[in-house]
């Protein structure tokens, strides 16, 4: 039985022209986690990311704070997170102000959780994304390879979408559920499945041992 530990990205740079790139903070996390990982005895077999600036910045952190792990990555286009910008859009045409305020920011995310529904149920088609069902492949073929390949510890790094997509897959739960999975994984947090070759186990979701200490108390992050 083998051990995947899914790991969402460091905080990247929301409300900045470019979200794909990761903070200063979501730097010090990445790297953070991998100390953590290196200190409890943690070595992977095979480590697997999307094709995302900010998912090979993770892992990159992982790898140093880890004392400089020599691991390739296998890029997985279909662990890319969706495009939030086109879920909105899709639905909400206007231009939309930096979300620089509580207020503003909670308008973006109630948009993007009604864009999201509206995508998972076919009703609408955001620009340049793929169907529901061709995200959800996506992820789901990632997961049946790593079943297939691999026997001991793998990492994936990916981001909310497609690893809330996968803890859905594995609990067996409906596509709006989902939405809320998605909506509370933490940035660099931990899930871990057990897996067979027949199929995927959830061992833990969304947990943050790495920043467990007063020092580390600012570092928690959404975005």
Excluded: C
Aim: aromatic letters at 10%; proline letters at 6%.
């Amino acid at each position: 039985m083998g051990t995947l530990y899914l790991v969402r990205h460091g905080q990247a740079s929301f409300g900045a022209d470019d979200y794909d790139q990761l903070s200063d903070l979501g730097q010090r996390q990445s790297v953070r986690l991998g100390e953590y990982l290196a200190s409890r005895g943690v070595t992977f077999d095979a480590v697997y990311t999307g094709t995302l600036r900010r998912q090979v910045q993770t892992w990159a952190g992982i790898a140093e704070g880890a004392g400089g792990l020599a691991l390739e990555p296998v890029l997985w286009p279909g662990l890319n997170e969706y495009d939030s910008h086109a879920v909105i859009g899709a639905i909400y045409p206007l231009p939309l102000k930096k979300p620089d305020t509580p207020e503003l920011y909670r308008h973006h995310f109630r948009l993007l959780r009604d864009g999201l529904a509206q995508w998972m149920a076919g009703v609408v088609s955001p620009k340049g994304m793929p169907t529901y069902e061709e995200f959800v492949h996506g992820v789901t073929s990632a997961l049946d390879h790593i079943r297939k390949s691999h026997t001991g510890n793998v990492l994936l790094v990916s981001s909310g979408g497609p690893i809330a997509t996968a803890v859905g897959r594995v609990l067996g739960t409906p596509p709006e559920k989902t939405i809320e999975l998605n909506m509370r994984i933490r940035n660099s947090a931990l899930t871990e499945f057990a897996f067979t070759p027949k199929r995927h186990m959830l061992l833990t979701y969304n947990t943050l041992p790495h920043l467990d200490h007063a020092d580390y108390r600012d570092w928690v992050t959404y975005a």
